[in-house]
Every structure is written in C-alpha cells, then in structure tokens.
C-alpha cells in the first residue's frame, strides 16, 4: 500500500492551470524529492498535499484513505516550512509540544516525545530559549524537532535548507539523510536545488509547468533523462548540448558535428544505445547531449590510452574548483563545458586534444526537445 | 549631540540660533494654553479677576480642582465631575475592549483565512472611517430607540464600538499582513482551528499594535462629546458632557479656575495614557514597514 497517492490532481488559479493532471504514489518510508525551477507548481503540490490549499480535480490518499477534502489537522501529516515558521512567542519546548497538546497527548508523553526529539537533533540545551535566541541552523533543527515530536505517517519538507548558508546546508543535507536512514520516515521534499535532490532523495520527480517530466531514482534522471529540459536542469556544470546530424543505419549510425573546419567531427554511435526511432531521423539535425564528465583528456604524460573519439580543440577558459578543473573549450562557433582531473595543466588560449566517451551520451529530437536514444 | 557633521562657518552658526529660537518660540505658543490652564486652575479666584492672567499665582490652592472634582454644578446638579468621570470610565473600558478585539478578530480573519470577497469586505469597513459622526446621529437613533438601547451607558458603548470597529480592523489587517502566513499554516498542520491559532499563536505576537489600538480608541471614545450629547441619558452622560455644563452653568460669578480645574480633569486620562504607552503608540504605527 502507498503511504501517499496523489490521482489526477489538478489545481487552477483563476485561468491558470497550476497543476495539470498528476498522478504520484509514494511507499512507505521512501524519500521524493520535487525538484524544479520556480513557478514549476511543486510548492503548490506540496500545499495540495498538505491540505492548505484545495484542489481543482482529482484525488489524494494517504495510507490508503482518501484525504482530498480533509482540513491539515486531519491528515496526520508534519511539514517543516522555509521560513521555519517557528512561533515566536513561545520557547522551543512550547513549540514542540505544540502539535501534541492540541491532540490532547497526556503530559507524560508530551515530556518524553520532548526528551526523544530534543537528543536526537541536539537541541537540549536550547529548550528554553526562544526562537529570536537561535541561530538559523538552530531554528531547522527546532522546525524539524516540531515534526518528528507527533510521529506522523508523513513528513513534507518545503525547501527546508535554502535560508541557510551554503556550508551549514550541507551539513544540515547530511543531517537530513542521515535522520531519514534512521527512523525510515515517509518524505516528500521540494527543492530547488538539483544536488539536495540528487543526494537526498530515493526518488526524483522533476516538475515543469504543473508536469512531472521525469519520476525516477537520481541514477535514472540524471543518466538517462527524458528529454531535454530533465537533462539540462539535473547535473552542475549543465550537460552540453551540441547540434549534430544523423547519419549511417542500423548497427553503425554515427553523428557529425560541424567544429567549424573542413571536416566535421564524426562521432560514432554505439550500437547497444540504438533506437528504433533513430531509423526515422538519418539526415536530419539532431541534438547530442554530453556531460561534462564524458570528456577527458588526451596527455601523453598520462601514459594510458583512453578510449573514445578524439577531439582536437582550442581552451578558452579555465575554473579550476579544487577538487577538479573545468574548461570552455571551443566547438565550431560555440563552446561546450569540459570536467578533469586537477592534474590536467590545460591553459587558457592553448590546443587541447579530449577524448569523447560516447557510451553516455544521450540524443533527443531538436523540435520536440524528446529523447531519441 | 546629533550625528551629522554640519559646516561651521558664522553665517551656518547665526542660521542655527535663529532656527533654534523659531523653534522655542513655537513650542511657547503651544505650550501656553496649557500653561494658563494649569495656572488658573491653582489660583483663587480674587487673584484671577485682579488680572494678569500670565502672572505666576501668589498662593497656590487645590480648591479649584476640589470644587470641579466634587461639587461644581452642572446644570441642575452640584456634584461636580466625579459622577460623570465614573460615567466615562465604564463607557471607555468595555468600548475599547470590545472594538479591540473585534478587530483583532476581523484582522485575523482577512488576512489569515481569506475567503471570496475579503478585499472588498476591507473596502468597505475602511469607507467607515471616513463617515462623519454627524451623518449617523439619526439613524443611530433611530437604531439605538429600536434595540431599546436609547440612552443608556451599554448604547454608548454598542456606538463607540461599531465606530471604532473600522478603525481598530485597519489597524490589526495592516499589522497581520507582516506576520509570515507559513506560521499560521504550521499551526493548522500541528491541529490547531481558527480561535486557538488567535489565541496561542497570533495575540502574543499582536503586543504593538494592541497598543496602537487601545489608546487610539482611549483618546477617541474618551473625548467623544457629539456621541456623549445625542445619546446619553440623564445618568449616563460622559465627562466631556458634564464639562461642558459645567462651564456653561452661571451662578453669578464665573468660576475659571473651576473651569480650568475641570478641563484639566476631562482631559488628563487620555495624556495619562498617552505618557505611559506613547513609545510603543509610534512603534507599533510603524511596525511592519521595516524589515527587522
């Protein structure tokens, strides 16, 4: 049984349609993430499901009952919001039990669920302040110490780590992961923010115009994305997409992309990543997409021979992040992102010989922006 | 010493002192009233009609203030202002407690449970503040005679409170708005309904603007003199009423340190309250406009 069905929910503001007919089950103890750029309706989504906004059309169960006209209270449902939404007027104590005491939890139980939620996020010490006395990261732990006081069947997180600063976000991602590993909880969690999605979640499912485009684990979403719009917003520096034309048949297609000289660079393309559909496109543009990561370099100091097409280009621009090295280099009249290891010793304005590793490259179809193969 | 760094050549100097004594001179102008007023009220009433109204009183008595206090004559009576300062009293009280709190209600509920037609609803209680007193004096009458209020202590207060709802709405929708919507949804996932979240989550946070509302409502309701006059009984009439009797009763001799003494009296709670909450009057006006 799902812990959360979500059946053909539609949600219209005035004229415009801010949901457009989703459909989502969740298992219990599983981690989806919404991820999309804003204005993509996944807070909408997450206040449909929390109860704080009704829906246009469809249906919502959670735990197999049918919730969709049910108030927030009824839903046994926590949310930890953006804001924290902590209430300043009580201290942290009061604003855990909060949730308990209008449930008419006894007082024993209500200590003890303090005592639990207080140790497991270390909070203790700060019980008693309030919360204009806390730090930021502070007041997360509080507004999640809220939630997991009540036990609930499901936890909404609503882009819990955004007002944090970067470093602390990411012990606070950590934290998050690590609390979900251990008290295997139901959640769903907007963000966004594509690596909270990519190291949080057990599912992804990426929003566009009130759509999910792509419901998967981060594996399949950023490996094998569904269309164009999927595979540019998941991944950082954003996959390369490189205009080509499709030539060849069945068991030996092959891509040339024009690089600007006489010869265009010719791209072989495996055959155990062929289509049907590709059949239907020979002689016709297409779009090549390549991660950063599928290139690397050619370095004779290296030693090793390194399969793949070889690619002799000019370097543009070179960010070197510490950990590794990323390049512009030039394609043609356009340039494409470059990802290597830190001992690469690329210099901006020099030639550069790359080595392109097909076997991940993924192709869609220009007009419709669709995966081809 | 102010923070702002200034020229200081002798014409900027000469400037400032001139400034400065436009401004002095200015704040006497104002002050002055009040001045006579406090003056005439401790002087007996030889030393007044000797003249020399400025002139600093030779002995000071409390006479005047006793007199208005207890037992000046307004009208047929001689019981002075007691009676009717009682009389303001349990008119403000209930009336600014009630406004109060019916616009904290509606506050909360345009701004936090908005439903279909919520910025029109706020339209039109706005457009009552704009209402002159004058224009209602028949109608509410009228209404006043029908509910069988007609006057009475508790048909003041019905008047002041529908008066002062528009006001004490605006107040309390304008101070709401600032108070992130995401607390009030946390409270509804934790279980909380519509009265509790007022009660537990939205009035400890309201302290400012609770202020504003109350001595707003205070001067208004306690200076009220047209409402006091047109619908208030013969045992219920405000001391603003009775002052104005007061003055206007003659016996002979006019008693102007009573009558000072008796304005001072009808005007002093409304600058009570405004000495001891003033600072989070102009606090609580501002609060919500800046971020902090």
Known sequence: MSALEIRNVRKTFGTTEVLKDISLAIDSGEFLILVGPSGCGKSTLMNAIAGLEPVTAGEMLIGGEDVTWRTPAERDIAMVFQSYALYPSMTVRQNIVFGLEVRKVPKAEREEAVARVAELLQITPLLDRKPSQLSGGQRQRVAMGRALAREPQIYLFDEPLSNLDAKLRVEMRTEIKKLHQRLGTTIVYVTHDQIEAMTLADRIAVMRDGRILQLGTPDEVYNDPADIFVAGFMGSPSMNFIRATLAGQPGSYRLSVDVGGEQPLVLPWPAERETPALVRHVGEPVTLGLRPEHFSEEDARLGDRIEGTLLNTTTTVVEPTGADLLLRVALGESEITVRLGPKSRAVPGEPIALRVDMSRAVLFEPETESRLA | ?292
């Open chain 2, 1 to 292: 010493m102010d923070n702002i760094i200034r020229r200081r050549t002798p014409g900027a100097r000469l400037l400032r002192a001139g400034l400065y004594a436009l401004l002095l001179v200015m704040a006497l102008v104002y002050l002055l009233p009040l001045v006579v007023m406090v003056l005439t009220s401790l002087k007996p009433l030889e030393e007044i009609r000797a003249g020399g109204l400025l002139s600093l009183p030779d002995s000071l008595t409390l006479a005047a203030w006793l007199k208005a206090w207890g037992t000046a004559c307004t009208g047929m009576r001689c019981e002075g202002l007691s009676g009717y300062f009682m009389n303001s009293v349990s008119i403000v009280i209930p009336a600014v407690a009630i406004s109060t709190l019916v616009g904290a209600l509606n506050g909360y509920a345009l701004t936090k449970w908005r439903f279909r037609g919520a910025n029109l609803c706020f339209a039109m209680l706005l457009f009552g503040c704009f209402i002159p007193f004058q224009v209602v004096l028949m109608p509410m009458a009228q209404t006043l005679g029908w509910l069988g209020l007609a006057s009475s202590t508790s048909g003041l207060v019905l008047v002041h409170v529908v008066y002062g709802i528009a006001f004490t709405t605006l107040f309390f929708r304008n101070y709401y708005v600032s108070v992130p919507d995401e607390m009030i949804s946390a409270a509804k996932l934790d279980g909380a309904g519509f009265f509790r979240i007022f009660w537990r989550i939205l009035l400890p946070v309201s302290g400012p603007i609770i202020t504003v509302s109350v001595i707003w409502q205070f001067t208004q309701i306690w200076n009220d003199f047209l409402f006091g006059v047109a619908f208030a009984g013969f045992d219920s009439q405000p001391v603003t009423v009775a002052l104005n009797n007061l003055v206007n009763t003659s016996t002979g001799v006019k008693e102007y340190n009573v009558d000072m003494a008796g304005a001072m009296i009808a005007a002093l709670p409304t600058l009570v309250v405004y000495v001891l909450a003033g600072k989070y009057f102009v606090r609580g006006l501002t609060a919500g406009s800046v971020k902090g």
